[in-house]
């Protein structure tokens, strides 16, 4: 079964400008699936081949040339990041051809593969992002755009009750998960993080302390929406802090986590400069810091945590799965007021709290009223919970559903 993606309209647009399209994004999310349903409703590309698979990979990494021999273009070539030699001979392929649509590849990295698409096909190559399941697209509610706050009053609303969403959240986004009556979670994650530990992250980085690597993924879980203190982190991985930022790129990279960075521009010279760690699926969060099940995840610590790295996540899946870079930050002082998300966007800053609460009250809402004096050009804002309607708190903000986003 095929579900419906945001980013099929973007990428089919994308592909009769570029000669190579590029999905990114981590493993199971459903690159290959979405290239393979559109290569055969649009009859093009008319092959397929996987990187993943010995006799092809040994084949490109070997003899490129003869490679490209064997898979001519139009082609699907999955997991290009383990033959980064092929790039170059794209390159030769792609001028000497002249027109669009000629390879469309797929990457489970980013660090090195970004770096050897810029070397080689600058300017020949569009590159697009996917992450999970988005709610618009589990539940086949598309919107006409990514979120805005006052965009999203007239978007209809997702029907969702807490524990359905803690029950989401817990499960994550990843389309195996969502097409299934009753997932087997914690075997999928077990082996997924088997599978990104021993195939991703030896391929960006030659880590031989794999246990300590995975303790300190699991750090990074219990600290998702915190600023990000390397220290701290070094000390209760075990490792040093050069350690510990290099195996942070490595997460980034490899699209597991995301790190929020702060608005400070003309604000205050006194702002908080260090990002906010998050994940970009909620599952793997909530299975790496131990939460199992939606009702015990309800009522843990980490519900708080875990209900805005949701929110942020649907806001950047609303984002890139239609082409689009947000310009997504946090605002904090070093006195403690804070907004969780700030959107700018036409020269105007919309500011987005999310709270786990049915009850939003305006003394939620004193991060907001502290940037509003410190900035004239906010735009409407927004408090995502678990109201069942949108309502007005204050003139330009509204408590919105989650089911809005």
Same mark, same amino acid.
């Given at each position: 079964m095929f579900i419906p993606r945001v980013l099929e309209e973007t990428l089919l647009k994308v592909s009769t400008f570029f000669p190579v399209i590029l999905v990114t994004g981590a493993r199971q999310?459903?690159?290959?699936?979405?290239?393979?349903y559109l290569a055969d409703k649009e009859k093009?590309?008319?092959?397929?081949?996987?990187?993943?698979e010995f006799g092809p990979r040994t084949l490109a990494l070997e003899d490129p040339d003869l490679f490209l021999e064997r898979y001519p273009p139009p082609v699907i070539i999955d997991e290009i990041q383990y033959a980064p030699g092929l790039l170059e001979k794209?390159?030769?392929?792609?001028?000497?051809?002249?027109?669009?649509?000629?390879? &469309?590849?797929? #990457?489970? +990295?980013?660090?090195? %593969?970004?770096?050897?698409? $810029?070397?080689?096909? *600058?300017g020949r190559v569009g590159i697009l992002k996917l992450f999970g399941l988005s709610q618009e697209e589990e539940f086949r509610v598309f919107r006409p755009g990514p979120f805005l706050p006052e965009k999203a009053l007239d978007n209809p609303v997702i029907t969702l009750k807490p524990l359905e969403v803690f029950g989401r959240?817990?499960? !994550?986004?990843? @389309? *195996?998960?969502?097409? $299934?009556?009753? @997932?087997p979670l914690e075997i999928f994650y077990a082996s997924y993080l088997q599978t990104y530990i021993e195939r991703d992250v030896r391929l960006v980085s030659n880590i031989s302390k794999l246990l300590e690597f995975e303790k300190f993924l699991r750090l990074c879980a219990a600290r998702i929406g915190q600023l990000l203190n390397f220290s701290d982190l070094a000390r209760d991985a075990g490792v040093s802090v050069s350690t510990a930022k290099e195996w942070l790129n490595i997460l980034v990279a490899s699209h597991q986590v995301f790190l929020l960075p702060p608005y400070y521009a003309n604000l205050s010279k006194r702002q908080i400069k260090t990002p906010k760690l998050y994940?970009?699926?909620?599952?793997? *969060?909530a299975y790496l810091a131990g939460w199992r099940s939606p009702e015990v995840a309800f009522e843990g610590a980490m519900a708080g945590a875990l209900f805005e790295n949701y929110v942020l996540s649907e806001i950047l899946k609303s984002y890139f799965h239609r082409g689009k870079e947000p310009a997504i930050y946090f &605002?904090?002082?070093?006195? !403690? +007021?804070?907004?969780?998300? %700030?959107?700018?966007? #036409? !020269?105007?800053?919309?500011?987005?709290?999310?709270? %786990?609460?049915?009850?939003?009250?305006?003394?939620?809402?004193?991060?907001?009223?502290?940037?509003?004096?410190?900035?004239?050009n906010l735009g409407p804002g927004a408090l995502i919970c678990l109201v069942e309607r @949108?309502? @007005?708190?204050?003139k330009d903000i509204f408590a919105l559903p989650l089911g809005a986003l």
């Open positions: 999310v459903g690159k290959t699936t979405l290239l393979k093009a590309p008319e092959r397929y081949v996987s990187l993943d794209i390159k030769v392929l792609v001028d000497r051809e002249q027109r669009s649509g000629l390879f &469309w590849l797929t #990457g489970s +990295q980013h660090f090195s %593969l970004m770096k050897g698409i $810029s070397e080689s096909l *600058a959240l817990v499960r !994550g986004t990843f @389309p *195996a998960l969502a097409l $299934s009556p009753n @997932p994940f970009l699926d909620t599952g793997l *969060a &605002w904090r002082t070093k006195e !403690g +007021q804070e907004v969780d998300f %700030l959107l700018e966007e #036409g !020269g105007k800053i919309y500011p987005v709290e999310a709270k %786990l609460t049915m009850r939003p009250k305006k003394d939620m809402l004193r991060g907001l009223y502290a940037l509003r004096r410190r900035s004239k @949108p309502l @007005p708190l204050e």
